[in-house]
T-cell receptor, first 111, second 114 residues
Framework: AQRVTQPEKLLSVFKGAPVELKCNYS??????LFWYVQYSRQRLQLLLR??SRESIKGFTADLNKGETSFHLKKPFAQEEDSAMYYC?????????????FGQGTTLQVKP | DSGVTQTPKHLITATGQRVTLRCSPR?????VYWYQQSLDQGLQFLIQ???????AKGNILERFSAQQFPDLHSELNLSSLELGDSALYFC?????????????FGPGTRLTVL
């Protein structure tokens, strides 16, 4: 079955420390993976797409098909990074698709 | 601003009632998706429409229904409401023909059933 797992419910770090938010997926096809961020139960904002291999707000994520992981990393956390982070897997093709979300990880960056 | 709009922002109603949530997608996006976010279930996909047609269905209750109109806005109808339907309902839109099918989310409608 298709599944996204974010093993940490809460990750607490100090400002300036490195951050790694874990995401593992289960999917037999070719995965399309995303990271979304949600500040204080507001709208979900797209942070990263694995296909674009970009860096947004200092965050990067690399798809590791061997380990079926798509961990989100940032070398130096900032207080404004405190938010809920969701890893998502897109299922479907063409004009049909849905996102399967992990349970989310709350990142708390302490001063 | 992602451009997806949702109304109303908040909705408070009683058990047994029926409500309609509205979503307007980003300009040019043909696909609309509905998701439910609750504390116990997390973010769950409900249903997808593409250019007026239903394309994918998730864990959507029979009491819930949706449609997408010719102007591409969508409505999610929730009936015979129960306390457990209290949640944040998000709409997202995308343009699959653009290659990468990235979904952009609206601000959500917070439904409280008393």
């Amino acid at each position: 079955a298709q599944r996204v797992t974010q093993p940490e419910k809460l990750l607490s770090v100090f400002k300036g420390a490195p951050v790694e938010l874990k995401c593992n997926y289960s999917y037999s096809g070719s995965p399309e993976l995303f990271w979304y961020v949600q500040y204080s139960r507001q709208r979900l904002q797209l942070l990263l797409r694995h296909i674009s291999r970009e860096s947004i707000k200092g965050f990067t994520a690399d798809l590791n098909k061997g380990e079926t992981s798509f961990h989100l990393k940032k070398p130096f956390a900032q207080e404004e990074d405190s938010a809920m982070y969701y890893c998502a897997l897109r299922l479907g093709s063409g004009n049909t698709g849905k996102l399967i979300f992990g349970q989310g990880t709350t990142l708390q960056v302490k001063p | 601003d992602s451009g997806v709009t949702q109304t109303p922002k908040h909705l408070i109603t009683a058990t047994g009632q029926r409500v309609t949530l509205r979503c307007s997608p980003r300009s040019g996006d043909l696909s609309v998706y509905w998701y439910q976010q609750s504390l116990d279930q997390g973010l769950q996909f409900l249903i997808q429409y593409y250019n007026g047609e239903e394309r994918a269905k998730g864990n959507i209750l029979e009491r819930f229904s949706a449609q997408q109109f010719p102007d591409l806005h969508s409505e999610l109808n929730l009936s015979s409401l129960e306390l457990g339907d209290s949640a944040l309902y998000f709409c997202a839109s995308s343009n699959p023909s653009g290659g990468a099918d990235t979904q952009y989310f609206g601000p959500g409608t917070r439904l409280t059933v008393l």
